[in-house]
């Protein structure tokens, strides 16, 4: 199972730890695509998914704080922000005497960055990627009131949520709960994502209808040549968010 991100049918740039060419990732010897591992994985509970209100309350977290947690020097943060990759949720630096205030989301936020990054992604498309999965989880929310980004991926009946890039062109959500099958949402235009104006953050993201892939690299979004996978799930589990 690959830990954070993956990059399966395409050379790996140097310096990305969890980036590897592969056989695709949870499918048989006979390349056909496996489900159920989606499930498997994840801790056996039968809890339900906890509110976000019920395990934490908000709390602010500062840029120098999330430096140490990330072990990130404080400039890469703040461009990632100036950027727009990152929107501080509990305030902005508006001048001086200003100063930004984080939640955990963009804490999660920035790690996402930061991996997609160390994959060689434009900032514009990485900010692009954050500003869809925002929306990607109001759209989870919409049949899963409960779920919360950060707190539904590290809990016991931890979701597993990943992002999957098609040949380069295409984006989608993966999203399998431990007590349903996996759903596939998507596709969006990946291309349009580096562009100087990149479009704006869909409505909605529809929802399709998982089948096995027949050729290719074997994954439910239909990668033929090459294909990018980041576990949302791992890179939120492996947050220690204490201070």
């Given at each position: 199972m690959p830990r954070s991100g993956?990059?399966?049918?395409q050379a790996v740039p140097e310096g990305c730890p969890s980036g590897r060419v592969s056989r695709p990732p949870h499918t048989s010897e006979s390349g056909e695509w496996n489900?159920?591992?989606?499930?498997?994985?994840?801790?056996?509970?039968?809890?339900?998914?906890?509110s976000a209100a019920m395990i934490r309350a908000v709390a602010e977290w500062t840029l120098a704080q999330v430096s140490r947690l990330l072990h990130e020097p404080q400039h890469r943060l703040i461009y990632l922000c100036e950027k727009g990759?990152?929107?501080?949720?509990?305030?902005?630096?508006?001048?001086?005497?200003?100063?930004?205030?984080?939640s955990e989301r963009n804490i999660l936020e920035?790690?996402?960055?930061?991996?997609?990054?160390?994959?060689e992604l434009?900032?514009?498309?990485?900010a692009a990627v954050v500003r869809v999965l925002r929306r990607f989880a109001e759209v989870v929310r919409n049949s899963e009131p409960s779920f919360d980004i950060?707190?539904?991926?590290?809990?016991?009946n931890a979701v597993d949520v990943r992002i999957l890039v098609k040949d380069g062109e295409q984006l989608f959500f993966l999203l399998a709960l431990r007590t349903e099958p996996?759903?596939?949402?998507?596709?969006?235009?990946?291309?349009?994502?580096?562009?100087?104006?990149?479009?704006?953050?869909?409505?909605?993201?529809?929802?399709l209808s998982l089948r096995t892939a027949q050729n290719g690299l074997g994954g439910p979004e239909g990668s033929r040549e090459a294909r990018i996978e980041v576990s949302v799930t791992e890179i939120a589990r492996g947050l220690r968010l204490v201070r």
């Open positions: 993956e990059v399966c049918g489900l159920s591992v989606f499930q498997s994985d994840l801790p056996s509970t039968s809890e339900p998914l906890a990759a990152v929107a501080p949720d509990l305030g902005d630096a508006r001048g001086r005497g200003s100063s930004r205030g984080f920035f790690a996402l960055a930061l991996r997609l990054r160390k994959l434009p900032v514009t498309v990485v950060v707190t539904s991926l590290r809990g016991p996996a759903r596939l949402f998507g596709p969006l235009d990946f291309r349009k994502f580096g562009a100087r104006r990149p479009p704006p953050v869909p409505r909605r993201i529809p929802e």
